[in-house]
């Protein structure tokens, strides 16, 4: 016997996204039906709005409403600067630090071989095009995530962007603020003992 | 800076579901601005659908769009046993074992004290008025988890269903089956002894 039609295509949609199977979707479904009937018609209302207003701004590729999005529209913003970052996330995660008031570029993705992602199939051509129109910008950080494939990513802007006289930055690695050097891992230390600052 | 609106409020309603906290559900709303537009918006109308066709059976407690459920009024199933579960879930694995051809009561709850859920609060008086309206039953199976709760429950309706003349048994208790002795908690072990089968 399967579920009534309604429950089993609401467990079949839950299925499909990240990380759930089909018994934490059955539980969600279930769960889903004891709720306030205004909180799963905003949720209902809330995935169509996301997928439906929601852009990319079209110079520096961040999740917006508006194009361009407030940040390339703020021009209290120094212009001379652009962090560039692989997800919207990562720009979110800055963003809330309230320390960073320059430009962002969103990637949408990393240079990835194993996934048969390369250089056209993230947003480096709008970074490229974009520092060739705006003179203003002087340096340009990555900030993609300290692993292989971030490392990667930033080696190739690098290359590609130093010619054309851009200064070309990579975040710091190093010990996280309060942790313990003892847990650190090894490749951790070694690029925290390279990268020590002057006291 | 907080997150466009429509995204903010998408991560706001995933917040809702249990056990999903504020990361998860971010993760979650950025996966659904990246699904096909009509994955979206059939899980947008499968959650409106869920709450809206979905009623209990008023016979039974199961979840139906049509009253009663198919499953009362399916009339090749053994009009004369009815199995007590304490929610929907527990019905359809019964159900799916397809072994079982006879009658449902769901109690959508067990009798917890410490949650204050009395046996008013679970679907105990419809059971008893069904039995007393319907003298073809005369068995009722209460297979609620084998946990405290599920126990006492158990314990209630037995005591509330026994002087009607009614027969009333439990699920059995022991190893399942493909288990290992030496693995099995000491209660269970107990349990399989005490309710041991001829061969």
Excluded: W
């Excluded at 852009?55 to 590729?61: L, N, R, T, V």
């Excluded at 963003?95 to 390369?118: D, F, I, Q, R």
């Excluded at 993609?144 to 130093?162: Q, V």
């Amino acid at each position: 016997m399967q579920y009534p039609e309604p429950i089993a295509k609401l467990i079949d949609s839950y299925t499909k996204l990240p990380g759930i199977g089909i018994k934490t979707a059955t539980r969600l479904a279930f769960y889903t039906i004891d709720m306030p009937e205004e909180d799963v018609t905003s949720f209902a209302q809330s995935l169509i709005s996301a997928k439906r207003d929601l852009h990319f701004c079209s110079i520096c590729g961040n999740l917006t409403e508006t194009d361009p999005c407030v940040i390339c529209s703020d021009n209290s913003r120094d212009q001379s600067t652009v962090l560039v970052v692989a997800e919207v996330k990562d720009l979110m995660a800055i963003e809330n630090t309230g320390e960073y008031k320059a430009l962002y570029h969103v990637l949408h993705g990393v240079l990835s071989p194993l996934e048969g992602k390369g250089p056209d199939d993230i947003n480096i051509e709008s970074l490229v095009n974009r520092l060739q129109k705006d003179d203003t910008i002087q340096e340009v950080i990555v900030a993609t995530n300290a692993n292989a494939e971030g490392e990667a990513t930033a080696m190739y802007l690098s290359r590609l962007l130093k010619p054309a006289g851009l200064k070309v930055s990579r975040l710091a690695t190093g010990l996280s603020v309060g942790s313990d050097i003892d847990y650190a891992d090894q490749i951790t230390l070694i690029k925290a003992v390279e990268g020590r600052t002057q006291l």
